[in-house]
């Protein structure tokens, strides 16, 4: 048998391109390594799979003064393009309100240049599982409020309830099982989980909360609680508005509590999310709550309808998504 001869192959890998020394035998020119191709190929795999897993979302918020919100939202676009972190962002002139997915490394960098803003030093940061690839694009946009309540009057947005963390949330409960629980969210995100005993309203728009407020006794404790913590930051400060004596709300929100608790409190099912995840949960233990309205079975998958008139976002399993065409009951009913 004729001696090898050595030959050194470029393979790419992790964004770079690495020598691999290669045995080709000269007597009948074949490679005694598997095909390049497949070498890349796995290297792809590799990298496919470091990458998630060094990709992460951060959300975060701060009730702020802002001289110029235009000037921030530009700056943010700038900052953020060059980071390569895709996410939402808005900005007002009471402040910052983002969900942001990329590299760890970058976002660690984004965290740095909002602390070096000096008005966004301070911001505490939620890290969550997921990657830029969890959103379409980079979105940042100037509006009137971080989240939109539209109230008939203004209000000092910074005069807030009182933050209660996770785990005064959980001792509050306990010692206070009268206590007002309120979830400041949509219904198709309280119907796939939420603490149990909250009042959770049939709204599906955060303005459409400020009718459910009269319902409510303005002389007991009332907790709210959303998925960051932002909505129920802004809607205590406007309860404190509206007369309501003692409010609080969840530090840090869902979010904040289920990494702390897991499913081992008060919180029951999955916390819906705003991008391709549409949900998360906090352990192997989390429970499916909600109910396909098709088959009733349970479930924490979400459809919008595909009716082009409809569009209405509902619980619906995976074998009724097929079966249905994603077609929401009301609408499957009309059709029949």
């Known amino acids: 048998m004729k001696r090898a001869a050595i030959r050194f192959w470029p393979v790419r890998s992790f964004g770079a391109t690495f020598t691999l020394k290669v045995a080709k035998s000269t007597s009948r020119g074949s490679d005694i390594l598997p095909p390049l191709k497949a070498i890349n190929n796995i290297f792809d795999k590799l990298i496919f799979v470091v990458t998630k897993v060094s990709e992460k979302i951060i959300l975060y918020y701060k009730f702020v003064p802002v001289a110029d919100p235009d000037i921030t939202m530009r700056w943010q676009k700038e900052l953020c393009s060059n980071l390569e972190l895709k996410g939402r962002i808005v900005v007002s002139k009471d402040g910052i309100n983002g969900t942001l997915g990329g590299s760890v490394k970058n976002l660690n960098a984004y965290k740095r240049a909002m602390k070096d803003s000096g008005t966004f030093k301070g911001i505490k940061y939620k890290w969550s599982e997921g990657s830029a690839s969890d959103f379409p694009k980079l979105s940042v946009k100037v509006r009137d409020e971080l989240v939109t309540l539209s109230p008939d009057d203004e209000f000092d947005v910074f005069d807030q309830g009182k933050p209660l963390s996770p785990k005064e949330w959980n001792e509050f409960l306990i010692s206070n099982p009268d206590a007002t629980l309120l979830d400041a969210r949509n219904d198709y995100e309280s119907d796939i ?11 599906k728009t955060f303005k459409e909360i400020q009718t459910q407020l009269d319902k409510l006794p303005k002389d007991k404790p009332v ?5 960051g913590d932002i909505r129920c930051e802004y809607l205590s400060a406007y309860m404190k508005h509206k007369g309501f004596s003692d409010v609080y709300h969840l530090d840090g929100g ?5 990494q702390e608790f897991g ?18 949960e906090f352990s192997s233990g989390s429970k499916d709550i909600a109910k396909c309205v098709h088959c009733q079975t349970t479930t924490s998958c979400q459809e919008n309808c595909t009716r082009p008139d409809c569009h209405k976002q509902t619980v619906m399993c995976q074998n009724c998504s097929q079966k249905y065409d994603a077609v929401c009951a009301e609408c499957t009913a009309v059709k029949l």
């Open 193 to 203: 989980g939420s603490f149990r005993g909250a009042i959770k309203p049939k709204i």
């Open 263 to 280: 499913d081992d409190g008060f919180w029951e099912g999955k916390c819906y999310v705003f991008d391709r995840r549409m949900n998360i």
């Open 223 to 227: 907790l709210t609680y959303c998925t």
């Open 254 to 258: 869902i979010v904040k509590y289920g």
